[in-house]
């Protein structure tokens, strides 16, 4: 368990940042659970839950993994991955079901980073995805979205700053 | 606020819920900031935050918005409505950022729930997108993704029951 038990919603989700180096440490099979209990309770459109998953903990499989993506150097050195793919079979509008999809990555995210964990959101591997694919031995069905590394922090490395637009940049109007 | 602080992160994410009928009560200035604030920290690919936002709380503006939905019902109890955009200018890859999007209105629906507000993701009003940017008036770069109904729950119709698929469903394999 981390240390950001009781912590607000807000700073959970402000204090969060995309870590890219790990500790050489295992991620609890209860704590992969729980962030896929996030995962499973996301939002979707006609609540179709488009979503499925591979865990991969294997370390030769991550280090092959890590070659379909310039972001090898991350992956490797993770010792978790979830893999996060489409199910089209239940796809119902391809947009709102990838928004979906969307909305379940970032429950993972957050709640990562609430157990202590850090983690990263690998979108370039989309470049290579049906490489990966059929390296995973998937169905035609199911289509990659998205590779999340899991681990510790390698603390030396957490980035305290993040850039973000002023909110009076993003509100257009209020009407 | 609500009677949600302190929940821990997974209590929030599992006890949320799309709240359809709303009490007739305004929302905060400073809890639509929270809910903005929250929608702002998201994460986004290449950190692009793709996302704008109108808030709408005029109540004949929210009545005319209704229209343009079967969701009708649901749209005209609110008080308060966030329009969600994305901005094509800002775009460097269309599913990635439909994918930020979600994250970014996931972010905004669990911040609305711990404080003690209900929210309601109406993607239904998309099969009328370009009438509905014409009546806002939008320019041609962004583009309706979504919008979100935030008001305080009119308890009685609060769903305590949701379906979610078994995780033993949701994962494909372990490696």
Same mark, same amino acid.
């Given at each position: 368990m981390g240390g950001y038990k009781g912590m607000e919603l807000l700073e959970i989700i402000k204090s969060r940042r995309s870590i890219r180096n790990y500790k050489n440490k295992p991620v609890e099979e209860e704590n992969i659970t729980k962030i896929l209990e996030a995962a499973r309770w996301a939002p979707s459109g006609l609540n179709n839950q488009p979503w499925k998953f591979i865990i991969v903990q294997n370390s030769n499989t991550i280090k092959q993994i890590s *070659?379909?993506?310039? %972001?090898s150097y991350i992956i490797e050195k993770a010792p978790s991955l979830i893999v996060v793919l489409l199910d089209k079979n239940l796809s119902y509008n391809r947009e709102k079901d990838i928004q979906a999809i969307g909305a379940c990555i970032q429950n993972m995210l957050l709640m990562c980073h609430s157990l202590g964990l850090g983690a990263c959101w690998i979108g370039e591997i989309l470049n290579r995805k049906e490489e990966v694919e059929k390296f995973l031995g998937i169905p035609n069905h199911l289509e990659l979205m998205a590779v999340i590394t899991i681990g %510790?922090? %390698? #603390? #030396?490395?957490? *980035?305290t700053s993040s850039n973000r637009k002023n909110l009076e940049e993003l509100i257009i109007k209020k009407i």
């Open positions: *070659k379909f993506t310039k %972001y %510790y922090p %390698y #603390e #030396e490395d957490i *980035k």
